[in-house]
C-alpha cells in the first residue's frame, strides 16, 4: 500500500475515531491492514497538517486542518442520516434508534460534535439516550436530530 493509500486512511481514521496519540493512530491503521511504525505516521500527521481539537470529553484528539464546529456539526448530520431510525424527546432524554450494531458509532459521533444542549450519550446496541440540559432542550435537539433524517428526502 502506497504513501496516498495511507494518508487518505489516516484522514478518514480521524475524522470517524477520536485518536489522541500517534500509537493510537499506528494501531489503528495496523486494524485496517497497514503495517507502519511510528516515525511514518509522525511524518504522515506532519504531512496532512493535522491538528489537535478538543473533543466534547476534554480530551485532545487529531482532526484534519480547518475542522470548525460547523465541521462537527456537518459530520453529525451526516451520521445521523447513516445510521438514525427514529428520534424521540424522554424528559431531558433524547432517544435515537439504529439498526441492530450502529449505536456505539452514532454515539461516537453525537459526542464529538459538541453539541451545546448535548451533556452526554449512553449507547447500547440500537438504542442512545442523549441526554440534555433540561426537558425544553431535548425538544428543541429532537427537533435539529429529526431535521437531520428529512435533509435529502424527496
Known sequence: MNRRERQNAILELVRERALSTQAEVASALRENGF?????????????????????PSGRLVY??????????LRA??????RY?????????????TTPSGY????AQAVDEAGHPAIVGTVAGDNTIFVATRDAIAAQSLRDELTGYLLQGAA
Open 103 to 106: 449505536a456505539n458509532a452514532l
Open 35 to 55: 503495517e507502519v511504525v511510528q516515525t511514518t505516521v509522525s511524518r504522515d500527521i506532519s504531512d496532512l497538517g493535522l491538528v489537535k481539537v478538543r473533543a
Open 84 to 96: 438514525a431510525l427514529t428520534v424521540e424527546p424522554a424528559g431531558a432524554l433524547v432517544v435515537v
Open 63 to 72: 482532526a484534519p486542518p480547518g475542522t470548525s464546529d460547523g465541521d462537527r
Open 76 to 81: 453529525l448530520g451526516a451520521a445521523m442520516r
